[in-house]
């Protein structure tokens, strides 16, 4: 890439960021390039469509999460690994007012071929070898799937978004969700 494309390229995420923590993952793509200082044109010779967009901005989240999930398969308690990084999940799922949507629509299978389901590919590996680390421990049932996990994480950032005035009720309703967890 070119000096000034990368430049461009950086400065689109960077407002990308900026305005999907604002406004939600909705923001204008016309106001992200013109913050960017940059056409709408450019905009979508980098990204192709907001999903492409959104999937660049969580990007680097994503690569955080999947480092930590990494250190916390050698965690000594399997269940309280596997506790950790779902709260963690619920933390990124809600920083930005729209995401929590957007990743349940894709776990639920719809828009498989975007960038951000590609993007989720990687989180269900990395949930998959906590969860069976955890269920071959006991300390989690069989029947449960990181599908299903994940959708659940989803849920309880959206309830969240959806109740500013309730700063808990993520942490409540994920205790309520793990305690069905256990075998």
């Known amino acids: 890439m070119r000096a000034d494309a990368r ?3 950086e400065r689109l995420l960077t407002e990308a960021r900026a305005a999907f923590a604002e406004r939600g993952t ?22 192709p469509n907001r999903q492409a967009l959104m999937s660049a901005v969580f990007e680097d989240a994503v690569s955080e999460l999947l480092v930590r999930s990494r250190e916390l398969l050698d965690a000594p308690e399997p269940c309280s690994a596997l ?10 799922a ?8 957007a990743l349940m629509s894709v ?3 719809s828009g498989s071929g975007s960038a951000l389901a ?13 969860l069976a680390r955890a269920q071959e421990s006991g300390a989690v049932r069989a029947d449960v799937s990181i599908g299903d996990l994940l959708q659940l994480t989803h849920a ?10 309730d700063p808990d009720l993520a ?12 075998g």
């Open 26 to 47: 909705d923001a204008s793509l016309e106001d992200v390039a013109r913050r960017a200082s940059v056409g709408i044109g450019t905009l979508y010779r980098h990204f």
């Open 156 to 165: 309880i950032a959206l309830a969240a978004e959806e109740s500013p005035g």
């Open 118 to 130: 590609r993007c989720s590919t990687p989180i269900h590996e990395a949930g998959g070898a906590l």
């Open 171 to 182: 942490d409540r309703l994920l205790k309520l969700t793990l305690r069905g967890l256990k």
């Open 7 to 9: 430049r461009n390229y």
């Open 83 to 92: 506790v950790t990084w779902l709260r963690e999940m619920v933390t990124h």
């Open 107 to 109: 776990s639920a299978g």
């Open 94 to 101: 809600g920083e930005y007012r729209g995401l929590a949507r």
